[in-house]
C-alpha cells in the first residue's frame, strides 16, 4: 500500500522531470534525489571554497596592481559561487554546519585538482585558462539542470566564469610573449597543469557509477569523457596560439573522428589524489579549518553584537511606551 | 557556546521600476549585516539597485502537497479571461 503510493509518486515524479519542469525545494522529492543533490552540490561548493585558497596564496605576489586586483576578484567570485551553491544546498534540509562539517572532518570531497601546489605565478595563468576552462565545460550544462535552486545557483556562477577563463588566458600570453624565461614558466605550468585538469572532469564513462541516474535527472547532460574531449578540442589551438606544446605526445587531429586523439590519463594518480595523497590534500584541508576555527571569535563577535543590538533597541521602545503612557 | 547564524532570504531589485526578486540566501548575524553581506554576494556586478532582506523563519509558504485544492478553483473559472466573451468581429479596440 506504502510502496504503491511511493510508486506513484516516484513515476509522476521522473515523468515531470522527463517533460523539464523543474523541481522545487517543498515538492516531493525522492530520497535518492535528495542525497544525490546535496552530495553533488556540496562538494561543488567545497571546491568553490577550497579552490581559493591555491589562488589565495599568490594574491599578494602578483606581479602588478592590474594583475592583483584581477586575482582579487576571481578568488572572491570562488567564495560567492560557495555561498550560491551551500545556500542551495541547504534548501534540501541540511544545515551549513553540517555541510561545514563534512568538509572538515574530511567526510567530504571537493575537486581534486586544488589538491596540486601553485609553485609560480605562470600557475595562475594555467587555472584560470585550463581548470575554470575545463569548470565551464562542467557547468554550462547544469544550467538546466532539474533541480531549480541548483540551476539558478549555475546561471549566475557561469555568467561569472568566463572573466576568470579570460584573465588566465591573458597572463598565459603575456608570458608566452614574454622573455623566454616567461615563456619557460607558462611551459612548465601547462606541463604540470594539462593532465590534472583532464582528470578534472571525472573518471571513464565505464567507471563512473552514477552516470546513467545522473542523466536522468539532469545532473549530467554529458559524460565525462564526452565532456573532456569537448575540453581538450577547444584547448588545443588555444595552445597553438600561445605558442605552447601539450606535453602529449599522442595528441593529434583524428580527421575520422573530427576530434583530437589523446595519449592515456594516469588515473592511478587521480584515485591516489582522491584519497587524500595528493601533493596538497592536507595543506588545503589544514589551512581551511584552520580559518573557520580562527574566525570563530568573529562570528561570536558578530552575534554578541547584534544581541547588544536587539537588546537596545527593545528598551528604547519599552521607554517610549512609558513616555507616551505618563503624558 | 558559539551560536549560529540565522539564514535571510535575499531579494534584489535589479533596476527602478521592476520588483524585487528573491535571488538567494545567506546567514548573518543580523540583518544590517544581511544586507552588506548580500551585497557583496549578490551584487558584485551591480546587479542591483535595492536589497529586501528577511529572516527566513518569518517566510510562510504554501504546501506543494495542497497545491491541487489551492490553486486549482482558479482553473474552471475561465469567465475571468478576456477571451471567455463573445463579441462580434466588427467592435474595435476592445
Ligand atoms: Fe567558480
Ligand atoms: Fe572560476
Redesign the pocket.
Known amino acids: 500500500m506504502q510502496d504503491d503510493k511511493i510508486k506513484k509518486l516516484e513515476e509522476r515524479f521522473e515523468a515531470r522531470i522527463a517533460a523539464d519542469e523543474k523541481i522545487e525545494p517543498r515538492d516531493w522529492m525522492p530520497e535518492k534525489y535528495r542525497k544525490t543533490h546535496i552530495r553533488q552540490m556540496s562538494q561543488h561548493a567545497h571546491s ?1 571554497i577550497v ?1 581559493m585558497l591555491p589562488e589565495g596564496n599568490w594574491i599578494s605576489r602578483a606581479p602588478s596592481l592590474r594583475r592583483k586586483v584581477a586575482l582579487l576578484a576571481k578568488v572572491q ?2 567564495a560567492g ?1 560557495g555561498l550560491y551553491l551551500y545556500s542551495a544546498c541547504e534548501t534540501l534540509g541540511i544545515s551549513r554546519e553540517e555541510l561545514f562539517e563534512q568538509l572538515h572532518t574530511g567526510k567530504a570531497k571537493y575537486s581534486s585538482i586544488f589538491n596540486y601546489p601553485t609553485l609560480t605565478w605562470a600557475d595562475m595563468g594555467a587555472i584560470g585558462w585550463l581548470v ?1 576552462g575545463a ?1 565551464i565545460i562542467n557547468q554550462v550544462p547544469l544550467c538546466s539542470t532539474s533541480y531549480g535552486p541548483y540551476a539558478r545557483a549555475m546561471v549566475r ?1 557561469c555568467k ?2 568566463s572573466f ?1 577563463q579570460r584573465q588566465g588566458f591573458e597572463i598565459m600570453m603575456t608570458l608566452a610573449n614574454g622573455s623566454p624565461e616567461q615563456k619557460e614558466m607558462a611551459q612548465d605550468a601547462l606541463n604540470r597543469w594539462w593532465w590534472p585538469s583532464l582528470m578534472m572532469l571525472g573518471p571513464t564513462d565505464a567507471e563512473s557509477v552514477h552516470t546513467a541516474q545522473s542523466m536522468k535527472w539532469k545532473l549530467k547532460r554529458k559524460t565525462n569523457d564526452e565532456l573532456r574531449q569537448q575540453f581538450i578540442d577547444q584547448t588545443v589551438p588555444q595552445a597553438d596560439l600561445l605558442g605552447l606544446t601539450i606535453p602529449d605526445p599522442e595528441l593529434k587531429w583524428n580527421e575520422e573522428r573530427g576530434h583530437y586523439d589523446f595519449g592515456p590519463i594516469d588515473w592511478d594518480e587521480f584515485w591516489q589524489v582522491v584519497k587524500g595523497h595528493g601533493p596538497c590534500n592536507k595543506e588545503r584541508l589544514g589551512a581551511r579549518v584552520k580559518a573557520w576555527e580562527e574566525g570563530q571569535w568573529v562570528r561570536d563577535a558578530a552575534v554578541a553584537y547584534a544581541e547588544k543590538q536587539s537588546n537596545e533597541r527593545s528598551l528604547k521602545r519599552e521607554e517610549t511606551v512609558i513616555q507616551s503612557k505618563a503624558s | 557556546m558559539s551560536k549560529n547564524w540565522p539564514l535571510f532570504e535575499v531579494f534584489v531589485r535589479s533596476k527602478n521600476g521592476l520588483e524585487h526578486r528573491h535571488c538567494g540566501s545567506l546567514h548573518a548575524a543580523d540583518a544590517t549585516m544581511a544586507l552588506q553581506n548580500a551585497r557583496d554576494v549578490y551584487t558584485r556586478r551591480s546587479e542591483g539597485v535595492s536589497i529586501w532582506v528577511v529572516e527566513s523563519k518569518n517566510i510562510t509558504a504554501s504546501n506543494p502537497e495542497h497545491s491541487e485544492e489551492f490553486f486549482e478553483p482558479a482553473a474552471d473559472k475561465i469567465y475571468r479571461h478576456p477571451t471567455f466573451y463573445d463579441l462580434p468581429d466588427e467592435v474595435k479596440h476592445m
Open positions: 568553490e579552490g567570485d570562488e559561487h575554470d569548470a556562477v561569472e566564469e576568470h
